[in-house]
């Protein structure tokens, strides 16, 4: 079931920009990208998703390579709050289908 | 955005009870909703997918008898562990996605123990 690969851990300096990379070779062209993030015993927290063009909001930016083989989200100022485990996950549109959550990337803030 | 909830956040039972969650969509309403199991430090783990108004779908290696859910409503979902043993103990999280919303939501997850 594993669509995705990423780095097991990362660190950051707080203040500078996380970059965590995923790589979903095999993504379908109708496979959306979607990054969700989980702080130590808490449920799963939506970050981000895309198709094709690069997407920001206010928590994030996800840029996706043009063949889609791969994407990178990037926290711009990573804070201490932004310590937890992020998650790269590729699913079809929205529909009534569940996550599938690989192994992820714990990425810890450092001071 | 919106919110879903789980009831207990934290619960101890003693090994051969049985214990009820319960998860709600607090701000929509939810057709289907996802439980997840957690073990320390692993990842989230699909458990099953209750549909309301018809009968669960589960995972392979889920039993079905031992975690019962029912899914009474467009906005409650529960999951009863029967019999509960101490390997039962683990995070319990559920989720639910609004229709045509991009977005599926988490709740804050359940921590069982048992004892």
């Known amino acids: 079931d594993a669509k995705t690969t990423q780095p097991p851990s990362m660190d950051c300096a707080e203040g500078r920009a996380a970059n965590l990379p995923c790589n979903h070779s095999t993504i379908s062209g109708n496979e959306y990208v979607y990054w969700y993030r989980q702080i130590h015993s808490q449920g799963p927290q939506y970050i981000i998703h895309g198709l094709k063009n690069n997407e920001t909001n206010e928590m994030a930016s996800l840029i996706i390579t043009e063949d889609r083989k791969s994407s990178t989200l990037i926290l711009p100022h990573a804070t201490l709050r932004d310590t937890a485990v992020y998650y790269c996950?590729?699913?079809?549109?929205?529909?009534?289908?569940?996550?599938?959550f690989g192994t992820g990337t714990r990425l810890t803030v450092i001071p | 955005g919106a919110v879903v909830s789980q009831h207990p956040s934290r619960v101890i039972c003693k090994s051969g009870t049985s214990v009820k969650i319960e998860c709600r969509s607090l701000?929509?309403?939810?057709?289907?909703m996802f439980w997840y199991r957690q073990f320390p430090k692993k990842s989230l783990m699909l458990m099953a997918t209750s549909n309301e108004g018809s009968k669960a779908t589960y995972e392979q290696g889920v039993e079905k008898d031992k975690f019962l859910i029912n899914h009474a409503s467009l906005t409650l979902s529960t999951l009863t562990v029967t019999s509960a043993h101490p390997e039962d103990s683990s995070f319990y999280i559920c989720?639910?996605?609004?229709?045509?919303?991009?977005?599926?939501?988490f709740g804050p997850g359940t921590r069982l123990t048992v004892t």
């Open positions: 701000d929509f309403q939810a057709t289907t």
């Open positions: 989720s639910a996605e609004p229709d045509g919303s991009y977005e599926q939501y």
């Open positions: 996950i590729v699913r079809v549109e929205p529909g009534a289908n569940n996550l599938f």
